[in-house]
């Protein structure tokens, strides 16, 4: 190779190496001790093996350095990708120094290529030579490599090529096209404001000289505030695909809950408007505007005018002339909403404020909205927050079992934004299978590694994040399927419990109107009807209380607990029997009348006129017992008073002393025991004490699993045994069996219709 080019190609490279030194001693102390050093070992690295290259005089040995220098280039360049895309290079010295080592790139390509050529000559005239003689001003060579390793190592000449668009404009123009959907635009510049760390979000609908626009307005950080403005958006302008955000890692990205790394978030108001205005304000810097237009490849950056009362930091985002295809999708209610349930990662993790505003609704029409985040409504699945996955950042779990829900669907989220709407979107991955889909469960997980395609950011790439996404899915089945059985076997024994209440309830006060009906022994039995039903078998967690039993679904907030403000008990008037007891319990409210934060209950009794209450019990429940032989309606108070937060409330609740039930002597509605046998034609049966009923007769398994006609059934059923108990004799089953038989008919004809 030429002296001369081989001093070019040096002096080339100690010119990147020189500009390189130069900007990393500017750097603070960390980052020149870290990044810098790394990248001023690399640059100088270049420089020092070309040099050394040119003092052998092999070419094979002289290609080794080359080989090396190339390798420190390359870590050179992607050194200063790190230090560009991490803010520490401006961007007039990126360009720059991306030009420089773009010079340097080319020019060491060429000396590379050229000593290949040298090193593959050599060994052609060695092949040629004969055997010990030597080619003038070259050694002797060395033995004939074999054949076989020659072709071996012989590798075909290919050229490397780097992709370029033929027209780089028609690429931005399939990017902004692939965006159909104009909630998705303006919620792709909502969650640049997000990024941005706002506190306060505002969406407008409104009309400037007579045409209808969406703004969105921010108090974010703004458009790479460590710039300039006009340079910040001249940066926007020209890196059309390229974002900051790119360079964090999928862990980082989901603690700081930031989701756009694609760059082409503007793009999307092709489907919204014709034109787009980014304005911008930093720390009280002038303020600038960039105008982008539908279908043009050129903008412009204006100086903006600034209005009395504008903020020193702000940004602006407006879509101007709106599509009228898109002027219905985008009223102020259809957007809040889509805006809840898009966004809802981002909105659960952060303070902010997000309105909409809608100007353009006309007369009394609402035509402000609050954008709350979607809560899920059914029963918590009791599970993990967090499923590890190898290599990526967790998964996070947020599932409900939503009982009897129109049209329940498990969303799949990236960093808090929503990428599908139920496992229907996620087909190509082999997803779509119970749990997931079939078993009545909503709610969402969460997976910051997934690759979401940059137009619609609708659906996942199958790529390696998806891979390990479907193997946490795997341990993660499991446990879903566990938990659901579990809720299920709760609502069985729930709908039993409830069962039992009913017949209690329907056969209340059988004994005094109809005393000459002999009805079975209860054993256990210590509370009159109204309380504990006879032959009752109910737990701490039964309404005991006289009040519905509800699920954990009715149960949950979807709002969370306000501040205490006021306090119930629950039931307002107590009636008690002498010589009886009666459960009560109290429910802190907020203003609002919903269940308030978790309080301290403190109860006391008035007896003011020597009823003889006794009280005991602590916490939320309480139970109370009345001496035996107390009057017929004489009264006390209860009171309880909550505490929460340093606020108290308190109430009262009379107690009255009722007649007693001639019930409690041991005589009531039993429980029924329920048998499973298959081969019986018997529906129901006394053992002694104790009513079965078999659950395996056809007509008890056809109103199974209605409560309500369940109940109807077993109160048959029941009446049947305390009439053949009372008559006494055997002969009177065969009638009544058939006059049981007949309701059940009626019952299947009637729940048919």
């Excluded at 050394?52 to 990708?81: C, K, Q, Y």
């Excluded at 303020?287 to 600034?306: K, M, N, T, Y």
């Excluded at 889909?437 to 994040?465: E, K, M, N, Q």
Aim: glycine share 10%; hydrophobic share 40%; proline share 5%.
């Amino acid at each position: 190779m030429a002296l001369a080019a081989q001093a070019g190609t040096v002096e080339l490279t100690e010119r990147l190496a020189t500009r390189v030194l130069q900007v990393v001693e500017r750097w603070r102390a960390h980052e020149r001790h870290t990044l810098g050093g790394q990248l001023a070992r690399a640059a100088l690295s270049v420089s020092c093996n070309l040099v050394e290259a040119t003092s052998r005089r092999s070419a094979r040995e002289r290609l080794r350095f080359v080989e090396i220098a190339d390798g420190s280039l390359r870590e050179t360049g992607h050194l200063l990708d790190v230090a560009r895309r991490t803010g520490l290079v401006r961007l007039e010295v990126a360009e720059e120094l991306g030009e420089l080592h773009a010079g340097a790139k080319r020019i060491v390509a060429r000396r590379r290529a050229a000593e290949a050529r040298a090193v593959r000559g050599a060994a052609k005239d060695a092949r040629r030579a004969p055997a010990g003689s030597a080619l003038p001003g070259r050694k002797p060579a060395g033995r004939i490599p074999h054949p076989v390793s020659r072709a071996r190592k012989k590798k075909p000449n290919a050229t490397q090529l780097r992709l370029r668009p033929a027209d780089p404009f028609e690429l931005i123009r399939w990017l902004a096209r692939s965006q159909n959907d104009p909630r998705k635009a303006v919620a792709e510049l909502v969650q640049n404001s997000l990024d941005a760390g706002a506190r306060h979000v505002e969406v407008h609908r409104q009309r400037v000289r007579r045409q209808l626009c969406v703004v969105v307005r921010d108090d974010g950080e703004g458009v790479l505030p460590e710039l300039e403005r006009e340079e910040a958006l001249r940066y926007l302008a020209t890196h059309v695909g390229h974002s900051r955000k790119l360079g964090l890692d999928p862990a980082e990205r989901a603690r700081r809950v930031v989701a756009g790394k694609y760059g082409v978030g503007l793009l999307g108001f092709w489907s919204v408007g014709r034109h787009l205005e980014l304005r911008t304000r930093v720390g009280g810097s002038r303020a600038f505007v960039l105008r982008l237009g539908e279908d043009s490849p050129q903008a412009e950056i204006l100086p903006l005018p600034l209005r009395t009362d504008s903020p020193d930091t702000y940004t602006e985002a407006v879509v101007l002339d709106v599509h009228a295809a898109a002027q219905r999708a985008l009223g102020g209610r259809r957007l809040s909403d889509y805006l809840a349930a898009e966004l809802r990662g981002h909105l659960l993790a952060r303070e902010v404020d997000l309105t909409v505003h809608d100007h353009v609704a006309r007369g009394l029409a609402q035509k402000r909205f609050d954008v709350v985040p979607r809560r899920y409504a059914g029963e918590p699945l009791s599970l993990p927050a967090e499923v590890e996955v190898d290599g990526h950042a967790p998964l996070r779990v947020e599932l409900y079992l939503a009982r009897g829900a129109e049209r329940p669907a498990v969303q799949v989220a990236c960093g808090g934004t929503l990428v599908a709407d139920d496992f229907s979107g996620l087909d190509a991955l082999g997803v779509v299978h119970e749990p997931w889909v079939g078993r009545d469960i909503t709610g969402i997980l969460d997976f910051p590694s997934f690759s979401v395609p940059p137009g619609t950011r609708r659906g996942v790439a199958p790529d390696y994040a998806a891979a390990a996404f479907v193997e946490a899915l795997g341990r993660l089945e499991p446990l879903v399927h566990a938990e659901l059985d579990r809720l299920e076997a709760e609502r069985r024994s729930s709908a039993d419990r409830e069962v039992v209440r009913e017949l209690q309830r329907a056969l209340r006060g059988l004994r005094r109107r109809l005393p000459r009906y002999d009805l079975p022994h209860i054993e256990g039995r210590s509370e009159p009807d109204g309380a504990n039903g006879p032959g009752a078998r109910l737990d701490a967690e039964g309404a005991s209380d006289g009040s519905t039993a509800t699920s954990r679904a009715d149960d949950l907030p979807l709002f969370p607990p306000g501040p205490l403000a006021s306090v119930r008990i629950v039931p307002a008037e107590v009636a008690i029997a002498a010589g009886g007891e009666r459960r009560v319990r109290a429910e802190a409210l907020d203003r609002d009348g919903r269940a308030a934060e978790e309080a301290l209950y403190a109860w006391r009794v008035a007896d003011t006129f020597g009823v003889g209450v006794s009280l005991r019990g602590e916490g939320a429940r309480a139970t109370m017992s009345v001496r035996a032989g107390a009057p017929v309606g004489a009264t006390a108070e209860l009171h309880v008073e909550a505490s929460a937060a340093g606020l108290t409330a308190d109430a009262a609740a009379r107690i009255t002393v009722v007649e007693p039930d001639d019930d409690r002597a041991g005589l009531g509605i039993p429980e029924p025991f329920l048998v499973g046998d298959v081969g019986g034609s018997w529906r129901s049966r006394m053992a002694g004490e104790r009513w079965e009923v078999n659950e395996a007769h056809e007509d008890y398994v056809a109103v199974r699993g209605d409560t309500k006609a369940r109940v109807r059934y077993l109160l048959a059923l029941l009446a049947r045994e305390i009439v053949l108990r009372t008559a006494g004799r055997p002969e009177v089953a065969e009638p009544l069996d058939g006059m049981v038989e007949i309701l059940a008919h009626a019952e299947r004809n009637l729940r048919g219709a």
